[in-house]
């Protein structure tokens, strides 16, 4: 066998193949449970990925059954598909999951900080944005690892000398930063045998257990060559690495402990001639394949590289000073005033207009979703396109395959979400003009309204199909399906809480509904309004949201509390042509504008409730919508 070299492993897993397709289970499960060999297949490999890619669990669960899987790689399965019925609400499967396998029994033992942390979100039941923080939604969106974050952060605080907050940081994250002073000296020590200064410079670094117990098992050698009994003695049964061997690999052990006994050693009993030298220079290299060379203040130097290119790209001024905190540039402290002239136009082809616009949060773009499915970022000073975004420098653009209807960003600005007519739902990366997620049956029919929860790892959408629905992020599924309007969603919110969602709809009705139930929790109807006149859009006062701003299409514009109260009208006083079409307010709460069916733009003030300016025929044709400046 050994001149053809045939494992006979690979032997026992062809006759577990065979035992398996002709059904002979006992069989195999007997092989399978004397040899600990196994199959590790499954029928379909195209269909158990397709399974696990489309959250098809029972599906994953039967599969993975029969197979051998490495421990941690079930856990994360587990870990992932428990969090996924979290966000489902399904919580007794999920509890059942994580409190009823081995997988998690183990975990629990193991890594008690991990399991508590699910067992936490579980007790919690809602599906908030800690669930996702460790390598999910928000990191993979951006395409920056969770555990590279932390590492950026553990060297400040090393360089820093905050010791106490690196050794609680890297203790609560289980990450290293697994970085030596000097590489070379390490190298240079290890190859040398000085292995007081060795043992000092990996007490800091997280290795791999086989690689610690290598370099273990080379220093107690050498100790028993040089007759350092007392010292190889304790290394061995003293230390958290040998022990674990002695569990795992017990022969190997009572090798290393026969030789210590003994009391002396042959080297070529235990080197490959003999040469310890060798053995040291391969321990070297398996240690250095661990140890990450990266310069020194790579934080700083990644903070002064974004802002070097925040300037460059025009979104921070020469000179400025920068509140890293905060995000933000210098606010000055200014009166909020309203336009009284046109200042840019930006034209689109005969055959196409802007269906929809939307400001990003720091007021340096606008991005346009218009009727033939192109979604573009215009340059807010000087009303062009921007050329400095690679994608629109080649012609190539964001796209729906029908009119975009609806734009949103997530706080940051970083990403867009995006509704069509073609009842789709994409999430894109705004820099590099990438999709980062598809919901091809986000509804039934177009998509009037989205926006990103608070946490940004769901996107709340209404539709023409009469509906709303919470997605997710994560999953790429849709969540919740809010149902009770008989006509279009025209709008649809979050309260400032997230326990609520707000919709308005042209059946004339405003309903609030319960995020975690789904119910209906109370309807509204603005004012005295005739039955059925449709409300076009709704928004949270900015600063009382307990108060929001409705727009029906009707002469008059109000503001109710989350009870139907009206507080506050505005009327544009025109018998014709004086309902109102869209509206915004401003981002302190001064002012109030909407356009009327004429195309005339009001200016409200929003204390007196009186018009304060207007723009007749702001627009050459129909007014489609309307929204403020940050």
């Known amino acids: 066998m050994a001149l053809v070299e045939i494992e006979s492993g690979d032997v026992i897993k062809l006759m577990l193949q ?37 959250g098809r669990w029972d599906a994953v669960l039967s599969a993975i059954s029969t197979l051998r899987l490495p421990l941690s790689k079930i856990v994360s399965l587990y870990e992932q598909i428990i969090f996924e019925l979290i966000e489902m609400q399904d919580l007794e499967v999920a509890r059942s999951l994580l409190r009823q396998t081995q997988a998690m029994a183990i975990l629990k033992q193991q890594q008690p900080e991990r399991y508590l942390r699910i067992d936490h979100m579980l007790t919690r039941g809602l599906p908030l944005e800690d669930i996702f923080l460790n390598e999910l939604v928000i990191m993979a969106l951006v395409e920056i690892e969770s555990g590279d974050v932390i590492k950026l952060m553990l060297q400040f605080l090393k360089e820093n000398n905050l010791l106490n907050s690196f050794d609680a940081l890297q203790k609560e994250t289980q990450v290293s930063l697994n970085t030596v002073e000097s590489v070379d ?50 290394l061995l049964r003293q230390t958290q690495a040998m022990a674990i061997l002695k569990q795992q690999q017990p022969e190997r052990y009572l090798r290393i402990d026969h030789m210590l006994t003994r009391g002396h050693l042959e080297p070529r009993d235990v080197w490959p001639g003999g040469n310890k030298e060798k053995r040291r220079a391969e321990i070297a290299e398996e240690i250095l394949k661990e140890i990450a060379i990266v310069p020194p203040s790579r934080l700083l130097t990644l903070l002064g590289d974004a802002l070097k290119f925040q300037q460059l790209s025009g979104r921070l001024p020469p000179g400025s000073v920068y509140d890293l905190f905060r995000g933000k540039g210098p606010e000055k402290e200014e009166d909020e005033t309203f336009p009284k002239r046109l200042t840019k136009t930006i034209k689109f082809g005969q055959k196409s207009h802007a269906e929809v616009a939307r400001f990003s949060p720091d007021g ?39 009119a975009v209807l609806s734009l949103s960003f997530t706080k940051d600005g970083e990403h867009l979400v995006s509704g069509g007519q073609d009842a789709k739902i994409k999430v894109w990366n705004v820099r590099e003009g990438r999709c980062l997620r598809k919901f091809d049956a986000a509804h039934s029919k177009g998509v009037t309204c989205v926006s990103f929860s608070k946490d940004g790892t769901q996107i709340l959408s209404g539709s023409f199909d009469e509906t709303v629905r919470l997605h997710g992020l994560k999953s790429g599924k849709t969540l919740k399906t809010f149902r009770g309007h008989s006509s279009y969603v025209n709008a649809a919110i979050f309260s400032a809480d997230g326990y609520n969602i707000i919709s308005a709809s042209s059946d004339g009705t405003i309903k609030v509904w319960d995020v975690k139930s789904t119910d209906c929790i109370n309807t509204l109807r603005p004012g005295t309004l005739a039955a059925e006149t449709p409300i076009n859009s709704i928004m949270l006062m900015p600063r009382n949201h307990e108060q929001m701003i409705v727009i029906p299409r009707s002469d008059t514009i109000c503001i109710m509390n989350m009870q139907g109260q009206v507080i506050k009208s505005f009327s544009s006083g025109k018998k014709e042509h004086g309902e109102f079409i869209c509206g915004t307010v401003s981002p302190k709460g001064e002012w109030l504008y909407a356009v009327t069916e004429d195309r005339t733009l009001f200016c409200f003030s929003m204390a007196t409730g009186q018009v304060e300016h207007s723009i007749p025929q702001a627009h050459e044709r129909e007014v489609i919508g309307l929204h403020h400046h940050p």
């Open 364 to 402: 340096q773009s606008l991005v346009t979703g218009s009727v033939d499915g192109f979604i573009e970022v215009w340059d807010f000073l000087t009303g062009t396109l921007r050329k400095d975004l690679k994608y629109q420098a080649e012609d190539k653009f964001m796209m729906h395959d029908e």
């Open 185 to 234: 000296g390490l190298v240079s020590d290890i190859r040398n045998g000085r292995w007081d200064a060795v043992l000092s410079a990996i007490s800091t670094l997280r290795l791999p257990l086989s690689k610690i117990v290598s370099l273990y098992e080379q220093i107690i050698f050498e100790l028993i060559e040089m007759q350092d009994l007392e010292v190889a003695r304790s």
């Open 18 to 54: 065979f035992l398996k397709e002709n059904n002979l289970l006992n069989s195999f499960d007997a092989l399978q449970k004397e040899t600990q060999v196994s199959l590790n297949t499954v029928e379909s490999v195209d269909g158990l990925v397709s399974d696990i890619r489309n």
